[in-house]
């Protein structure tokens, strides 16, 4: 479904079930009327050392964890509710609880799924978030939140055998290259 932003009608919103679940009871913790934007990052950090020659020669590469940028609208109920027949008290509710949530799961490391409009993201924990609150958005309750890939060493696949000894302690072996 194609909808306008009510604060800025030229904006188009496309609208669907967006929820953040529970990753290990599947429960649904937060859901949006929208989502406006998605940012998906990956990045590895290169590590290198400086050599007689004057060059820096690459030793190792890693992956650091994918981040997930994502603004979340509740439309707001005073507006949207009474124009649609809407219930205006489920709306404010629901506004209270993703409050309430936002500040829970931020709180500690508790692994996320999100459900946007290009993918299934599994695996993440809301690192922080932001609820900007100006004449654009008047009419709607927006939050922007970050999300980091939760990876831990359990699920660390080790270059070769001989770095299975040391996965446990966080060490890898540079593999070598010939």
């Known amino acids: 479904m194609r909808l ?20 290990e009871s599947g429960e649904i913790v937060m859901t949006f009327d929208s989502i406006d934007e998605v940012s998906f990052k990956a990045s590895s950090n290169v590590t290198s050392y400086p050599t007689e020659k004057g060059i820096s020669v690459v030793d190792y590469k890693y992956d650091n964890p994918d981040t997930l940028d994502v603004i979340g609208i509740i439309s707001r109920a005073s507006f949207i509710g009474n124009r649609y027949g809407q219930d205006v008290s489920a709306k404010a509710e629901t506004v209270e609880k993703t409050r309430t949530e936002l500040e829970h799961y931020k709180s500690g490391i508790y692994e996320l799924d999100i459900q946007t409009k290009a993918a299934l993201r599994q695996g993440y924990t809301l690192a922080s978030y932001e609820i900007p609150e100006n004449i654009d958005n008047y009419s709607q309750f927006e939050v922007t939140m970050r999300f980091v890939q939760v990876k831990s060493l359990s699920s660390y696949n080790p270059v070769s055998d001989s770095d299975s000894d040391t996965v446990s302690l966080g060490e890898v072996q540079v593999k070598e290259q010939q």
């Open 4 to 23: 306008s932003s009510i604060g800025n009608p030229s904006k188009v919103i496309y609208s669907s079930l967006y929820v953040i679940s529970d990753s």
